[in-house]
């Protein structure tokens, strides 16, 4: 009976080790699934498009409200049954996040409020070039737990920049991305380096100016650039900033200069989208090319 009993004991001992054993197995396999946030939380723009980039929709709660907007974002019809959220401290704790996603810009208030509370707020700067696409998609996947998901997107993104990049020497054409009553941005910014990587010179540089600022219409008219996009004519209703366009010099400017349409969600925000901006100027320069080699000829 004594020998029995010992068996009995070791079968059992044995049985409680290969159960712990096959625990921490299978819970090392489940343990970081488990402990991706499941209720995620964007009150920017921005951080919206690069979440649905990573992220499946049974993680999101809610994105902000400009998501709807076409001007904005590109999401559209992706954010369909999702709470479109303000921004405000009050709605973000009522639907109970376990990581919220901001700007550097915008509902300052708010964060403060939920990173005073104890709330997990991550905050992805504006991206300035397409480096920083890729090291904020790096981040987010690092706060969601989807850094797999981001390796892979961000290889594909990366090639198709190496494609897309433009490498022949040689005087670069000038770029404007013409905005409502003057305003454009300066050599720091995203629309700037896509500019470049596609082969032109941005204004900004041409101008010496970094961050944004009005371009006069004089000024404009003096440089005679080769390629425009004159963005959204914010014209409905009739607006005072959209006057400019209605100007016979800048009409005459317009005719003569070639003209290319690039959505402004797609680069508004920096996001893998942003290489469809690319795209397109990078078919205009190679048309602009092709042209100034038949007036060669």
């Given amino acids: 009976m004594p020998v029995v009993g010992n068996r009995q004991r070791i079968s059992r001992r044995t049985l409680a080790r290969c159960c712990a054993w096959l625990f921490l197995l299978f819970g090392a396999a489940t343990a970081p699934a488990a402990d991706k946030p499941q209720r995620i939380v964007s009150i920017n723009v921005c951080t919206d498009q690069l979440l649905l980039t990573l992220v499946e929709r049974e993680r999101i709660v809610s994105l902000s409200h400009l998501t709807a ?10 954010a369909d049954g999702l709470y479109a959220n303000r921004g405000t401290a009050e709605e973000v704790i009522a639907l109970d996040p376990d990581l919220v996603l901001a700007a550097p810009f915008g509902f300052r208030p708010t964060v403060a409020i939920l990173k005073r509370l104890g709330y997990s707020v991550v905050e992805l ?10 090291a904020n998609l790096r981040a987010l996947a690092d706060a969601v737990g989807e850094q797999a998901r981001a390796n892979t997107v961000i290889a594909k993104f990366d090639a198709e920049i190496e494609h897309q990049a433009y490498r022949d020497a040689g005087p670069r054409p000038l ?3 013409y905005e409502a009553d003057g305003w454009m941005t300066g050599s720091d910014s995203l629309v700037a380096d896509v500019a470049r990587t596609a082969g032109f010179e941005p204004l900004g540089e041409r101008l010496g100016f970094s961050g944004g600022r009005r371009v006069s219409l004089e000024e404009l008219l003096l440089l005679e650039p080769q390629l425009m996009d004159l963005g959204h004519p914010w014209d409905e209703p009739p607006a005072l900033v ?3 366009m209605r100007h016979p010099a800048m009409r005459a400017l317009i005719e003569r200069t070639t003209l290319i349409e690039v959505p402004d969600p797609l680069w ?5 989208r942003t290489l469809e901006a690319l795209a397109i100027l990078r078919r205009a320069r190679d048309d602009l090319g092709t042209a100034q080699g038949r007036l060669s000829d």
């Avoid at 700067?125 to 890729?134: C, F, N, R, Y």
């Avoid at 508004?268 to 893998?272: P, T």
């Fill in 175 to 177: 770029f404007v991305s």
């Fill in 125 to 134: 700067p504006m991206a300035t070039s397409l480096d920083d696409i890729a």
């Fill in 242 to 244: 959209s006057e400019t």
């Fill in 268 to 272: 508004i925000c920096g996001s893998v």
């Fill in 69 to 78: 907007d076409p001007y904005s974002s590109w999401v559209g019809s992706e």
